[in-house]
């Protein structure tokens, strides 16, 4: 017995599920909150996408939990941190495992959008390399942009370029050549790019470099693109950024650690230096347009911190040419471990070596070993560059202003201790006598510290590494009215330094030396030291490797030399070893020679 | 008679009925030409009459009686009776009726006979439920292994589902892993593991995909588990893991019967690893300071004097200030109590069928939890749930079937309330035996100052509150089944509709102090032995109140009230979906020729919690042919895929075929009497998965911040001050943003995701001798898998990429192994009989491709290494003075070397000791690649017998106790396993020397062979007579007593399945011995 209307209704039934459906079942998707269409349409948000890659730049002194460690050539004495880069051993920085270095797993906290990072607080080595995916990708889709102006699109691919050429100029300046990435790579690609010799690598960034140089505004605020954000554009990148960042990148890669490693000679390469020289004089006259200027001496310390006032930024000084940018939440901890413990830091866990102080020339501008100098070893701190005092806590200098409190740093002193200072100095660059548990001049927001990038002086200095490698002590840049010696003296003078000695402005060797130590002096503990060493082709030798610290009573009746510390520092070590798991992916790509 | 077919037996036997009717159909024809022919002759008749009944002595109706060798034949009317006219040279009579097994009874010799029916229990075994449909065992070709409801029985007691298949099934590994009541879900793998992501099988209960742990297992008719390609290609790109089919019980044509099950575990705790007593910890931390003091002089302001150090020793003179525990005894009880009871119904009549049951579970708690009396709440760790089901089946129409099922559970965990059940369950092996006395003499618990972390464990038992977790589900079925044999014979279309609902909440939760526990601690320092004054005394005492309680003064201290955190759903625990299915089926005979065909569509949406539903959608195609019940042939496919994939890769197909060889029905081998049963078979498919791979990975996304997430919690993004150098305004964190809001990629998409295919051959056969005497089934499996999904910490790509690795589809691995299964049965003498059954399985993969670095050397490589290989240090000789340890290689990261460490072996010779020196060692970690079960019954009269042994090997585990040595603190963990310990006068010691403050590589210490062989089942049953039965209105009643896990014998120094210890998991393994009673009516 059956019913004939059932067997229709079956059949009506599988007809209909043959017909009309398939696979149409399955294809119900998400609704994306956010298209790449909505990103890359309008400027408003392809800016908010490009500004991603500023969290990419690191911050070498912002580190909210530990101390940031940032000075590894022969200028400080890391006491109780004793391994890692002074001790050469490499690895565990560049694979991460240790926290206390910029260049991978630095203790940086990450940057977020939406609940996932976008920064990973991993250093140099993760960082640049998203920044420069940021940077293809959004260099990728400038066709895409409806809602802008031609001002806007020029903006928005002049940072971009800028991106690129600095985060691969960050790596090759510690690991030399690499592949350079110039598209945003796309999961099938087969990912098998050779590693460029340093030149070769060098040219891309420089073109990138350039290029951006001639899109990006000099000063936001008169630029239509930054009328939205008119009053509030300091930081973002400019043709002035640009071309200083240039000027690094032209001057390193013709010095003679890089030019020896893409050309086998390790010497200056003059090419590169004309370049250089060229390009410094650029942004000088950015400087003679009144763009920068130096900060006057008296206010020497607005370009490091900022002091006495409730979320003050640091660093805010015409001066400064590139700073990270500034996060602004952390004061007290993570200036503390350069202030005194018995006032409320941690220690002097980074010790200036006697190897710097005694780069600090007299105040008559004669190095202390010149017979000239005036120097008085029984008073080894009397009568020297105004920036030593700047620089560098010495012996009974305060500590504290309310509670009269001075560094005890001879030997047995306070300051001495175990876990305190080994060379009997502490630094004090960035910090503030008040900042500390007393006076409380870090509570309540106070007291940000920051580490300038690029600053004008060091432009000064750079031009006259170049030119004086080029055309000599007194010739200038072709165009300037600058001579290498001038640009010295404009920053020995800001700081009521005289004229560098003539008897050293003679050859360009004698003056080398001396631009050489200006640098060190100038620059002091602002992370430049250990790689301008290695691009010298010098950190190997002994006098970089020694450092000295200085054993002296309470009543400075004697004062002894002592080498506290043996840097490890042979050829292999003027590169960093690429992660292991990266050099072994594929052949074409290998390891730096030693490692 | 067929018109009243039995929808059970239909699915069990509808091919063997098919097959009798075409026979009988074919008889009654030529019959019928020879009857007209022999019209004219007249026959002599004479009469037979009887009675048909069942055991029970009650008439059975509709019995069909036919006369051997012809058409004559009748049916037994309501009560059993029957008349029948019969040829008078007529001898034999064949009775037969639905699930009962056919009988013969001669008359020759009279004319009235009275038969009782037998049940038939082998018709069980002779249908295999398989992929969307049942087989007849002798036709079935791919890899299928079933566990019916009487071996599942036989573990008694065992509350989980997955636990009581293990052992039980050829080619399935189950691992158990913690002992915690109501979590006992074990890891289930069937022929190993050939994928690196989820490698667990598709699980379907009565025909969708549903949890199977918290099913009763009396519920459970049987257990089907397809193993090959032949078997699992039907589910598509679901079925490379493999698939276990769980079919409910259902009822028959017959009076009510009713039975009753029920049992009382008593289980107790198996092996764990412990610590170390006080004195031998403290001497030991005392023997590494002095050893160390070199290297690390800090290290001897924690030396103990050996006067104190005595103190420890037992018997202890001051326990309460000296102490020490032995935690096991603090925490555990002897032994604890489980018990479940269920009912089963089941029945039918002409129009309808039923089955129908209910089951309640209580699972108790291990450890010395239970209730407060002060404050009236019980902190036990328990379990308990209440199963019910209802299978019903309605005859509409002589053709038509219409089948409801309803199933559901509730379950109740419950346990002490603390946020880190871990340090509970690990507390037995993890806590030093002089951290603090856990109760003072005065009622109060002891706590270690500056250490509350974890907290007092027995306070947390006892003054915690409860953490309630709750789970439930009621699943509905409505099928309808429509005989098509109008349109053509054999044809029948059904269509089913299921509704699944899970549900799960937390609370109500009883807060009572939050981690600590409410109530006040104390600690008596040593010192107050010295104490001279009252002062010197009550210094010596601290107390600690954890949050909640309102210290007065040091000795009163108010109790706030508990309070009660309401029941709120958990969100992801929420999951309805709905399932629709329309099948056509064929199943006819053409003389010689057996031919059957599956057409199936299938849909099921699901949703969890607030998600996006997904969705499934599948086709499937089964065409079988079987000549002469000697070939048999099948063909599958799937037209099914994943909507986990982008178009283009969203549908794929999955065929198989499989072939079998019956050996045994070839006519030349007839004359074999001993050749009960050969076959041969072989299979050969693709089948796919795409289990543990995200959703949406084939669509870009990209992502920015709002102002909700700005102001709690992004901490910055590029800082663009004011020219003035201030932050504007207020110190508002959002005005330091950039005014664009960011932007990030999201997901990165590989559009080409895709699932992993696995092709799967295998090769079985068959043997039975002598009627079942012998019995052997092997099979030999081999799968490639490939497209193996690697998710972006698995892969290998350059840094440069510039972001995440974005998951690909690249490995791929090879499986490969053997199953045997062989059994034995004797029957000695009537009453005496015995049998043996031996099982083993072998499963072992090897990677062949993971995106290794190509420059990686072979032994760091994952390639050429099965999943989950370990690899670790080595050690090698413990250096036994300074010359030793000079000749050492140097350590990574300059760790001082001393002698009596050992010496660790660089592997790749680069002079350094790092994880470069990470070598394959052992076996892989979380699974055995060998396991064995071996059966012995013995059944004498109405005794049963039973034990089984389980064994795996090819497994290494890592058991380390969280602190295996004492550090600096005060107190002193050491493991059991750390306690011999090397000196000058010890050189071969299990250990190296002892380091406190400083540490010393390991190598592969604590790397343990995780073999072990567990007497896992052993049941002694003795079931009523019959006739002693039948007597006082009963069909069955066994009581038995029975034990599972009962013994362990390993390397191990913890009873542990798979893998590293995991303290979250650590709640102990148990021992379990049930005391049981079944009972039908």
């Known amino acids: ?595 | 008679m067929m018109k009243n077919r039995d929808f059970q037996s239909f699915l069990r036997k509808d091919l063997f009925l098919i097959l009798i009717r075409m026979k009988l159909i074919l008889f009654f024809s030529i019959f019928l030409i020879f009857t007209a022919s022999a019209a004219d002759q007249q026959q002599e008749r004479r009469e037979i009459t009887g009675k048909v009944i069942d055991n029970g002595g009650i008439g059975i109706p509709g019995v069909s009686i036919i006369v051997k060798g012809t058409a004559i034949g009748a049916v037994s009317d309501f009560d059993g009776n029957f008349r029948l006219l019969v040829p008078t040279d007529a001898d034999t009579l064949v009775f037969s009726f639905v699930g009962m097994s056919t009988q013969e009874v001669s008359i020759s010799e009279t004319n009235s006979v009275s038969v009782t029916m037998e049940e038939e229990t082998i018709g069980l075994e002779d249908v295999v439920v398989v992929g969307y449909g049942i087989q007849k065992k002798e036709s079935v070709v791919g890899a299928i292994t079933t566990a019916d409801a009487e071996v599942l029985e036989k573990r008694g007691g065992t509350v989980n589902l997955g636990n009581a298949l293990s052992g039980q099934l050829p080619g399935v590994t189950v691992m158990s892993r913690t002992g915690e009541p109501g979590r006992e879900d074990p890891l289930i793998l069937i022929r190993g593991q050939s994928t690196w992501n989820n490698a667990s099988p598709l699980i379907l209960v009565d025909g969708i995909e549903r949890r199977m742990n918290d099913i009763n297992v009396s519920e459970v008719e049987s257990v089907s588990v397809l193993k090959d390609a032949s078997a699992t290609a039907v589910f598509g790109v679901r079925g490379a893991n493999g698939v276990i089919l769980i079919t409910t019980k259902r009822g028959a044509k017959g009076k009510p019967k009713l039975s009753l099950t029920a049992s009382n575990t008593f289980k107790t705790v198996s092996k764990i690893s412990t610590m170390a007593e006080a004195y031998t910890a403290k001497s030991w931390k005392n023997a590494g300071i002095a050893h160390e003091v070199s290297t690390n002089e800090a290290s001897w302001a924690y030396f103990m004097p050996t006067e104190q150090i005595e103190n420890y020793k037992i018997p202890q003179k001051y326990p309460e200030l000296y102490p020490n525990i032995y935690w096991p005894d603090v925490m555990l009880k002897d032994f604890t109590t489980d018990q479940q009871v269920t009912l089963n119904v089941s029945g039918g009549n002409d129009l309808t069928r039923y089955f129908a049951s209910v089951g309640y579970t209580h699972e108790g708690d291990i450890f010395k939890s239970g209730e407060n009396d002060v404050k009236g709440y019980n902190t036990s760790y328990s379990y308990d749930r209440i199963n019910f089901r209802g299978n019903l089946d309605f005859d509409l129409t002589s053709s038509t079937v219409f089948s409801v099922n309803l199933s559901g559970y509730t379950g109740i965990k419950s346990g002490a309330n603390i946020f880190y059940p871990g340090w509970v369950y690990s507390s037995v092996y993890n806590l030093a035996p002089d951290i603090y006395v856990p109760q003072y003499s005065d009622g109060m618990y002891g706590f270690l100052p500056g250490n509350t972390n974890p907290p007092n464990v027995l306070a947390v038992l006892k003054e915690a509150g409860v953490a309630k977790e709750n789970r439930g589900f009621i699943g509905s079925d409505f099928k309808l089944l429509q005989n098509l044999d109008f349109v053509t014979e054999g044809l029948s279309v059904d269509g089913r509709i299921s509704f699944d609902n899970y549900f799960g909440s937390v609370g109500p939760n009883i807060i009572d102090g939050g981690n600590q526990g409410q109530t006040m601690f104390k600690h008596i320092d040593p010192s107050i032995l010295s104490a001279v004054t009252a002062a010197d005394s009550s210094a010596a005492i601290s107390y600690f109140y954890p949050n909640g309680a309102l210290p007065v003064n040091d000795y009163d201290w108010i109790l706030r009230p508990w309070r009660v955190n309401p029941e709120s759903p958990t969100s992801g625990a929420l999951r309805r979906s709905i399932f629709y299915q329309l099948s056509l089926n064929y199943d006819r005979n053409f003389g010689l020729h057996d031919i059957t065909g599956l057409l199936l569509f299938s849909r099921r949406k699901d949703a969890s919690g607030a998600n996006f539903p997904s969705y499934q959608e599948d086709w499937v195609g089964r065409i079988t042919y079987g000549y002469n019940d000697k070939y048999l042939l099948e063909v599958n496919g799937a037209y099914n895929g994943s909507e986990k994939f982008g178009p283009g890769y969203r549908f794929g197909f999955f065929p198989s075929v499989a072939a079998g060889w019956m050996v045994s029905n070839e006519e030349f081998l007839n004359h074999l009497e001993w050749l009960t049963k050969l076959k041969i078979r072989g299979s050969a498919g693709m089948v796919g998965s795409d289990a543990g791979i995200p959703r949406w990975g084939y669509l870009d996304s990209w992502i920015t911040g709002d102002d909700r997430v700005l102001r709690f919690g992004t901490v910055g993004q590029a800082y663009f001050g004011s020219n003035d150098g201030y932050f504007s305004g207020t110190w508002d964190p959002r005005s330091m943003y950039s005014i664009y809001k960011a932007f990030r990629e999201g997901t990165i998409a590989n559009p080409d995701i895709n699932w992993e295919t696995a092709f799967k051959k295998n090769i079985g056969i068959e043997l039975s001798l002598f009627e079942n005497l012998f019995a052997l089934e092997a099979d030999y499996f081999h799968d490639t898998r490939d497209n193996i999904f690697m998710t972006s910490d698995r892969r290998n790509i350059p840094d440069y990429f510039g972001a995440s690795p974005v998951p690909a589809n690249i490995g791929e691995t090879k499986t490969s192994g053997i199953e045997l299964d062989a059994t034995h049965r004797y029957k000695i003498t009537n009453n005496l009989g015995y049998w043996v059954r031996l099982s083993l399985t072998r499963a072992q993969d090897v990677i062949l491709k993971a995106e290794d670095p190509e420059g990686f050397p072979a032994y760091q490589k994952t390639e050429g290494f099965a999943i989950g290989q370990t690899k670790t240090q080595i050690r090698s000789d413990i250096a036994t003075n300074w010359d030793d340890v000079y000749a050492q290689t140097s350590l990574e990261n300059n760790q001082y070397k001393l002698p009596g460490d050992w010496d660790i072996i660089d592997f790749n010779g680069d002079g350094i000791i790092s994880t470069y020196d990470n070598i394959p060692y052992g076996f892989p970690n979380n699974r055995p690649q060998n396991t064995y079960s071996s059966f012995l019954g013995v059944d004498y009269k109405n005794f049963s017998f039973m034990i089984q042994f389980y064994g795996v090997t090819n497994i290494t585990q890592v058991i380390k106790p969280n602190n295996d040595t004492p550090k600096l603190e005060p107190q002193s963990n050491l493991s059991e396993l750390s306690v011999d310990y090397w000196h000058s006068s010890n050189p071969d010691a299990a250990f190296k020397a002892p380091r406190v403050g400083t540490s010393s590589p390991i190598g592969e210490y604590y790397h343990y062979d995780g073999s072990f062989l567990r007497l896992k089942t052993a049941e002694i049953s003795y079931s009523l007579s019959k006739a002693l039965l039948s007597h006082i209105g009963l069909s069955n009643l066994r009581v038995y007593v029975n034990g599972n896990d009962l013994l362990f014998w390993s390397d191990l120094p913890f009873d542990n399945e798979r893998g590293s210890l995991d303290q979250n998991l650590a709640y102990p393994k148990l021992k379990h011995i049930n005391i049981g009673i079944d009972v039908s009516f």
Not at chain 1, 357 to 363: M, P, R, V
């Open chain 1, 1 to 595: 017995m059956y019913n004939k209307f059932q067997l229709k209704y079956i059949i009506l039934i599988l007809v209909s599920i043959l017909v009309f459906s398939c696979e149409e079942y399955l294809d119900k998707t998400i609704e994306a909150e956010v298209t790449e269409e909505d990103v890359f349409t309008t400027f408003f948000n392809y800016q908010g996408y490009v500004e991603t890659g500023y969290a990419q730049i690191i911050d070498r002194g912002f580190n909210p939990w530990e101390a940031p460690y940032f000075n590894w050539g022969d200028d400080v004495v890391h006491a109780s941190r004793n391994r890692l880069l002074q001790e050469g051993d490499y690895w565990p920085v560049v694979n991460g495992q240790t926290r206390e270095c910029v260049y991978r797993n630095m203790p940086q906290f990450n940057i977020y959008v939406a609940g996932q990072a976008i920064s990973q607080g991993r250093g140099v080595w993760d960082n640049s390399w998203h920044g420069i995916r940021i940077a293809n990708i959004a260099l990728e889709h400038l066709d895409d942009l409806v809602d802008a102006t031609p001002e806007e699109r020029a903006v928005l691919e002049g940072q971009s370029l800028f991106f690129r050429g600095y985060f691969h100029w960050e790596i090759m300046k510690q690991w030399g050549g690499i592949p350079y990435i110039d598209q945003a790579l796309k999961p099938a690609d087969e990912m098998k790019l050779p590693a460029l010799n340093f030149h070769e690598a060098a040219d891309k960034v420089i073109l990138d470099l350039r290029n951006a140089s001639e899109l990006l505004p000099v000063d936001w605020d008169d630029h239509p693109a930054g009328q939205r954000t008119l009053g509030n554009n300091r930081g973002r990148l400019t043709k002035g950024i640009a071309l200083a960042v240039l000027t690094e990148v032209q001057l390193y890669s013709g010095s003679p650690l890089m030019n020896g490693a893409a050309t086998g000679t390790y010497d200056y390469n003059h090419e590169y230096l004309t370049n250089a020289a060229n390009t410094a004089w650029e942004v000088l006259q950015l400087a003679n347009q009144g763009v920068y200027s130096l900060e006057p001496f008296e206010t020497y310390g607005n370009l490091f911190k900022s002091v006495g006032q409730a979320n003050q930024e640091p660093g805010v000084s015409k001066e400064n040419i590139f700073r990270p940018p500034y996060y602004g939440m952390y004061s007290k901890y993570h200036v503390d471990q350069w202030v005194p413990r018995r006032v409320g830091g941690r220690s002097h866990f980074e010790s200036p070596s006697q190897n710097l102080i005694e780069k600090f020339e007299t105040i008559n501008g004669l190095p202390i070993d010149d017979p000239e100098s005036g120097f008085d070893p029984a008073n080894p701190w009397e009568n020297l560059d105004p920036r030593f005092y700047y620089n560098i806590y010495k012996d009974g200098d305060p500590i504290s202003i309310s509670m009269p409190l001075n560094a005890e740093m001879y030997t047995g002193g306070s300051e001495r201790r175990a876990g305190q200072s080994v060379t009997g100095y502490g630094m004090k660059k960035y910090i503030h006598v008040t900042w500390n548990n007393f006076d409380g001049g870090w509570n309540g927001g106070m007291g940000f510290h920051t580490v300038p990038l690029i600053r004008l002086a060091e432009i000064y200095l750079f031009y006259a590494e170049a030119v004086n490698e080029v055309y000599g002590p007194h010739g200038t840049a072709p165009g300037a009215d600058l001579t290498a010696v001038d640009a010295v003296n404009i920053i020995r003078n800001r700081a009521g330094m005289p004229d560098v000695h003539s008897k050293f402005t003679g050859s360009k060797e004698a003056f080398r030396e001396r631009i050489r130590n200006e640098r060190a002096v100038e620059l002091a503990f602002e992370s430049k030291r250990r790689d301008d060493l290695r691009r010298w082709y010098v950190a190997h030798e002994t006098r970089h490797k020694e450092l000295y610290g200085l054993d002296f009573p309470r009543d400075h009746s004697f004062f002894e030399k002592r080498v506290v510390k043996t840097i490890v520092f042979d050829l292999k070590h003027y590169w960093f070893p690429f992660p292991t798991d990266q050099v072994l992916l594929y052949e074409g790509w290998n390891q730096n020679p030693g490692w």
